[in-house]
């Protein structure tokens, strides 16, 4: 064989070679026979790592129970969950992989607000769905953004039920905030701020604490002056944890009232006795009420994947999340791709999930998901209120 001929066959193998190894025409990427790949780009360590590892657990907790029956249209649904340590350029990083490296078909489970922010245009631009991300930031409910699935209500929506109830339950009018000095945070404030307004107030005094630490002292410090009846909580447990402690021992006994994403149990734990009273907005179903067979199914579904796990607000989010998406996979079809499957969600907006309706899309504007409040109880449970 002469060397132009030899040539011309190893370009021809090659050739051949990598046409076998891509998805035949019309497949979906991160879609094979046998399964549907998704991606989760979260803390999974350091300082916020619970609220990642929550999430990781409750979605695969819903893929295993899905998978125990077969699947999607005969298809195993599986997670590839990468660490972003909660910092928007490391998210960037790991949602890149995992889009361009390990090919998955969706995102789902992130965990934050501004690891989204930084994250969003990647997502859009290639129109990959972002399914159930743990955060209630006002832009990723923007309607122009089709590639994004809520299904937890707004921190705006949060903001309004603590002001509702301290004002109106407590008759409390000098009310704080402490929160996170980010796009999380402010979001946060911003709902505060709307809040109050509304009924003619605002705020006494405001202490803000950077991503990712502890040092709360100053914030404490510039909130004390005002002496608030109540001082509401935008952040993540570590720092909301070591900010009523620090409050406590100085003997200031204002009512505590946090965001859901605050990681409650989390928070619970830091706190231990000193938990007591504090109260968490909730924007699930109360994890432990087995009345509701979606909660059984959830707290069966976790056993099943690892028993020596407990019910809780963010795995349970987590698992919502798992669900809402084989939902829409099995309405989809048998050959879904990414623009169907989005397109399936929007159109049908409410999903039936274990006898519960999950609402989402556009159907969310006119049902918009509920909000709760939780007290933490003594011996570290929750107790869920209608009023304070």
């Given at each position: ?99 361009e490296d390990d090919k998955v078909f969706a995102l789902i489970g992130a965990v934050g607000t501004p690891t989204a922010l930084a994250t969003i245009p990647i997502t859009s ?155 968490v907005s909730q924007v699930v179903p109360f994890p432990w009420d087995r009345s509701l067979k979606l909660v059984a199914d959830y707290q069966a579904a976790q056993t099943a ?84």
């Amino acid at each position: 064989m002469t060397r132009s001929r030899s040539a011309t066959f190893l370009a021809l193998t090659i050739a051949w070679l990598t046409a076998a190894m891509l998805p035949a025409k019309g497949d979906e990427i991160g879609i094979s026979e046998d399964a549907i790949l998704f991606g989760q780009a979260a803390a999974l360590e350091g300082p916020s790592s619970a609220l990642g590892q929550r999430m990781r657990q409750g979605i695969v907790a819903a893929f295993t129970e899905i998978n125990s029956r077969g699947g999607v249209h005969g298809r195993k649904l599986q997670l590839v969950s990468r660490d972003d340590g909660y910092d928007p350029d490391r998210s960037v990083a790991q949602t890149l992989r995992l889009i361009e490296d390990d090919k998955v078909f969706a995102l789902i489970g992130a965990v934050g607000t501004p690891t989204a922010l930084a994250t969003i245009p990647i997502t859009s631009a290639r129109n990959v769905p972002f399914i159930g991300p743990l955060s209630g930031a006002e832009f990723l409910r923007d309607l122009e953004l089709a590639n994004v699935v809520n299904i937890r209500a707004s921190y705006g929506a949060e903001a309004e039920t603590w002001i509702k109830h301290l004002t109106e339950d407590r008759q409390f009018t000098r009310i704080a905030i402490f929160y996170q000095d980010d796009s999380f945070g402010r979001d946060g404030l911003s709902g505060v701020k709307r809040a109050l307004a509304r009924r003619g107030l605002e705020l006494a005094a405001e202490g803000t604490f950077e991503r990712n630490t502890r040092a709360v002292a100053s914030a404490w410090r510039t909130i004390k002056r005002a002496e608030p009846e109540a001082i509401v909580m935008v952040g993540t447990y570590g720092p909301c944890a070591e900010f009523i402690k620090l409050a406590r021992r100085s003997g200031a006994r204002p009512t505590f009232v946090n965001v859901s994403f605050v990681g409650a149990v989390a928070l619970a734990r830091e706190l231990g006795p000193e938990g007591e009273g504090v109260i968490v907005s909730q924007v699930v179903p109360f994890p432990w009420d087995r009345s509701l067979k979606l909660v059984a199914d959830y707290q069966a579904a976790q056993t099943a994947f690892d028993p020596t796990l407990t019910p809780d607000f963010v795995s349970f989010e987590g698992y919502l999340s798992g669900r809402l998406a084989a939902a829409a996979l099995e309405q989809a079809g048998p050959q879904p791709t990414r623009a169907s499957l989005l397109r399936t969600i929007n159109d049908v907006g409410r999903f039936d999930i274990s006898g519960s309706t999950i609402t989402v899309g556009m159907r969310m504007i006119d049902a918009p998901p509920k909000v709760f409040l939780t007290v933490i109880q003594k011996d570290g449970t929750f107790k869920a209120v209608d009023r304070l």
